[in-house]
């Protein structure tokens, strides 16, 4: 599966941002999919999961204000990021788990949230 994630950008603390992960090839054999992020000098985190049956997870550190959704017709994920902190600033990724348990990944797309 490719993934190519997009959306990211500056925006003031508070502030709004949708992040996007369009997926092609082997997308049928998608199980769940995946936003991480990951903030220089700190180790890699997930944010939100969406499984097939549209189960989510959150991390504490964004529930409430991040919402992940999928778009089965348009192959696309989605993060709703709502009030943003500084603390939110990081590349974040998409990934997608088939039914074998293999992860792709996507590039990336920079979130940057200033005081």
């Known amino acids: 599966v490719q993934l190519v994630e997009s959306g990211g950008g500056l925006v003031q603390a508070g502030g709004s941002l949708r992040l996007s992960c369009a997926a092609s090839g082997s997308a049928l054999s998608i199980t769940a999919m995946d936003w991480y992020r990951q903030a220089p000098g700190k180790e890699r985190e997930l944010v939100a999961t969406i499984n097939s049956g549209r189960n989510t997870y959150y991390a504490d550190s964004v529930k409430g204000r991040f919402t992940i959704s999928r778009d089965n017709a348009k192959n696309t994920l989605y993060l709703q990021m709502n009030s943003l902190k500084p603390e939110d600033t990081a590349m974040y990724y998409c990934?997608?788990?088939?039914?074998?348990?293999?992860?792709?990944w996507g590039q990336g797309t920079q979130v940057t949230v200033s005081s």
């Open positions: 990934t997608s788990v088939d039914g074998l348990s293999h992860r792709d």
